[in-house]
């Protein structure tokens, strides 16, 4: 767990569901909100998110309703100088599968860097939870270990994520066999911001985006290792097409000891302009699949308030059915001195609305 | 896990296999809970290490012999029955309480006579063997007397907590009303455990099934008097065994929950569900006598309230509870049954290997009882068809012990298919040692 790093814990979104209703309809009632906390009554003590009774066993069941209560990680927030995340079990999955760890330090010389890594457990998979978790806290593990001694961020991101995978592989052997079920396996997305740019690396289908403030040249930073993108790449099909099949979000690559080959992709990317970097999972790219639609949900002072912004992404996800986990990590950029005048990468994926004009 | 304070008594460790994974809408729960019992000191082989006798074995044993009239016919029955309570005795531990009764319309004490319980040493189970000589064949049958007399017996030793009885017949109840041996059943339970076996083929299997049923303990045929000697050594070894007294699997249900079953399902098929005693708020007590080292499969089935996709419960806390001497139980173990609302098709169509083996088990005993009974009532189609569908899951589930019993009763022509015929002149003892064991499960297949 990154709890060295000098991150911090934020309070639970305070909510009360003291009920006196029976559980059934509790149960019943579709939620739209991010999951709570801890629910604590009046007189103190946790109280059942179900039925409202205020007992609750030591394996975390209602003594009254059995419903399970929440979990740490059914939403979690950590939010740093510079970097923000915040992941939720959404609404149709019991547990939450994604993981998140975002981190501060320092250069050598003194300048700041930060670090997120977001990334999801597969869930036909055994243990994806516990996937993800290691994953995301191996690579933000040694990533600031790399930078923290002046490493390259782009080689560090390979490695870390090669670090990463082997993490993953081993927890192959560590837990109760599934004979049924492949072994763990988890996507990751990681960011670097320091020195002016953002490194940034993936396996899998967690995206990365860039949203310069104003919106406009918002883009993808990311390739998703998807049968879709497959498809789209070797210009089998065009994009909705893709997506619109079955097969779309079947991953191509990932971290877990049942993946042929691990191969990190890596990019570096100097902010042309203030704005935020996001990394998520695909429970929120999934509603906002474009980076043009995707960047009309993210609020405006995203950059200045990245915390709220991470959370109303959440929200609005939520809102829209939370059909799966949903995991954003927010990292706000000022325009890099490095940034030379702009010029789309081969990955980008720019967004030009009609009769718009990029100024190259 | 919980310890209890005394020496040499078993550990118990509860496992629980089931899919938790439930469709949209879905509410029916079922888990197989297997419950371990070891380290008791004692498995009831001959080969076991003896107990530490310092306070003494803390068990009492009472045989219960059919001295009816019929006994004489042909004599060997009586003699076998002699032989083997000998046997019996002899497999008694020193220290044990012990008596025997003579049972025909009325119950006699044998040995050692005087309302009392005897303590066996070599001295005692001479005297009881010598005394054999009074099982005299002369009488009618009604067993709600004997069971009462082993009751009184028992009740002479408050003290000893492991309670069992050997009871032998070879006829129908037929000297008492079938109400009154159902009212001394509803008195006994509970008080004492006790294993029935039917010598010959004129008694009743139903009837003494539900004897043993009520009194948590096995119900066989020994269609050869021949063997019964060899089988009364072994019950009585197996009572020797136990070492922990009226243990009860604990059901705790969440609100707006029920349990539509609780059965045991190895090493016998039994339900249970009727035998329920409230111990709490949402809780039930289901009965399972006496414990050595063994292990034992309960198949749990929970109906819950509907939750949405996304959600998850705890849809039972199985525990397994012993009753202590201040009032108050002691749990031995526990584990947890499930429920998760999935929209995952493929997790929630699977069904937990264990509960789908289970499930065919019991199937396989009702069928076999079906067939049995349509066959009774000559209904040649209906049994045919019955037994077709048992052979297959036999087959199927490799219980190969069942599948050796039904194919003394009809040849089986396919076993995948379950295409059978009668045989003909198919022999009494064969039909009855069919249908008395046709609750015998065996245990999953361990996958490769």
């Known amino acids: ?360 | 896990m919980a310890r209890l304070a005394k020496s040499n008594l078993p550990q118990f460790a509860v496992d629980i296999f089931q899919n938790e994974y439930l469709a949209e809408g879905a509410r029916e729960v079922n888990a197989i809970v297997t419950v371990t019992a070891t380290g008791g000191g004692t498995s009831g082989s001959v080969s076991a290490q003896p107990v530490n006798f310092a306070d003494g074995p803390d068990a009492a044993v009472v045989i219960m012999v059919d001295c009816s009239g019929s006994m004489d016919y042909p004599s060997d029955k009586i003699r076998a029955a002699r032989e083997a309570t000998a046997a019996a005795i002899d497999a008694v531990r020193d220290g044990v309480a012990f008596a025997v009764v003579a049972g025909t319309h009325e119950a006699k004490e044998v040995y050692p006579g005087g309302g009392q319980l005897a303590v066996a040493h070599a001295g005692s189970r001479e005297e009881a063997k010598q005394s054999l000589r009074r099982l005299t064949p002369s009488g009618g049958t009604a067993i709600g007397t004997w069971l009462s007399k082993a009751e009184q017996l028992f009740h002479s030793r408050r003290d000893i907590s492991i309670r069992h009885g050997i009871l032998l017949t070879d006829g129908r109840n037929e000297h008492e009303n079938p109400n009154d041996l159902q009212r001394t059943l509803d008195r006994v339970q509970g008080h004492f455990t006790a294993d029935c076996r039917g010598v010959g083929t004129d008694w009743e299997i139903q009837e003494l099934r539900r004897i043993s049923s009520a009194l948590l303990g096995t119900v066989d045929i020994v269609a050869d008097p021949a063997g019964l000697a060899d089988d009364f050594r072994a019950m009585m070894e197996n009572a020797m065994g136990k070492e922990v007294a009226d243990v009860a699997l604990r059901v705790w249900t969440p609100a707006n929950a029920a349990v539509k079953f609780v059965k045991q399902v190895a090493p016998t098929v039994e339900d249970l569900s009727g035998r329920r005693k409230e111990s709490g708020p949402r809780a039930g007590d289901y009965p399972t006598g006496s414990w050595g080292d063994e292990s034992r499969d309960y198949h749990v089935c929970i109906e819950v309230p509907s939750a949405a996709v996304g959600s998850e419960m705890l849809a039972g806390r199985i525990s397994l509870v012993v009753p202590q001497p201040d009032g108050t139980t002691e749990v031995l173990s526990q584990g947890l049954v499930k429920a998760v609302w999935t929209d995952d098709i493929a997790a929630s169509t699977k069904i937990s290997p264990q509960v789908a083996h289970y499930t065919g088990q019991a199937d396989l005993a009702k069928a076999i009882q079906e067939g049995m009974e349509a066959h009774r009532r000559g209904d040649v189609d209906n049994a045919t068809s019955k037994l077709g569908k048992a052979v297959q899951l036999a087959h199927e589930s490799g219980n190969e012990d069942t599948f050796r019993l039904l194919a003394k009763v009809v040849d089986v022509v396919d076993p995948k298919e379950g295409t059978v015929r009668f045989r003909k002149n198919v022999s009494e003892a064969d039909s009855m040692t069919l249908e008395t064991r046709s609750t015998k499960t065996v245990r999953v297949k361990k996958t490769p």
């Open chain 1, 1 to 360: 767990m990154p709890g060295a790093t000098g991150d911090f814990l934020l309070a639970a979104p305070a909510q009360l569901l003291v009920s006196e209703e029976e559980p059934e309809s509790e149960l019943d009632h579709a939620p739209t909100e991010p999951n709570p906390v801890v629910v604590i009554a009046p007189g103190g003590g946790p109280v059942c998110v179900g039925c409202g009774a205020q007992r609750i066993d030591a394996d975390g069941y209602c003594e009254a309703c059995g419903r399970a209560q929440p979990r740490p990680r059914d939403h979690q927030e950590r939010a740093l100088a510079g970097v923000t995340g915040v992941s939720d079990r959404g609404h149709r999955h019991h547990r939450n599968e994604d993981a998140f760890a975002v981190a501060a330090t320092s250069r050598p010389g003194g300048s700041p860097a930060v670090v997120a890594v977001v990334c999801d457990g597969v869930s036909s998979a055994t243990r994806p939870d516990e996937a993800s978790q290691a994953a995301a806290d191996t690579a933000s593990e040694y990533l600031l270990e790399a930078l923290e001694s002046g490493a390259d961020p782009k080689p560090a991101m390979h490695a870390a994520i090669m670090a990463a995978a082997q993490r993953v592989e081993e927890l192959a052997n560590e837990g109760p066999l599934e004979p049924s079920r492949n072994s763990p396996a988890c996507t990751i997305v990681s960011a670097i911001a320091a020195d002016g740019e953002v490194t940034v690396g993936w396996v899998g289908d967690s995206r990365a985006y860039w949203f310069p403030d104003e919106r406009a040249g918002s883009e993808r930073l990311t390739v998703d290792d998807s049968w879709a993108a497959r498809m789209v790449e070797a210009g089998l099909m065009e994009e909705a097409e893709a997506y619109a099949d079955a097969r779309a979000h079947a991953i191509t690559g990932w971290l877990g000891a049942d993946a042929v080959e691990v191969e990190p992709h890596t990019t570096v990317f100097a902010p042309p302009s203030a704005g935020v970097v996001l990394i998520c999972t695909d429970g929120l790219w999934n509603y906002w699949e474009s980076a043009a639609d995707l960047g009309a949900v993210v609020p405006a002072d995203a950059r200045t308030r990245p915390l709220e912004a991470a959370q109303e992404l959440v929200r609005f996800a939520c809102e829209r059915g939370g059909h799966d986990n949903i995991t954003v990590a927010v990292l706000p950029c000022l325009a890099s001195p490095l940034s030379t005048p702009y010029t789309p990468t081969e990955l980008s994926l720019p967004v030009l609305g009609a009769g718009e004009k990029r100024e190259i």
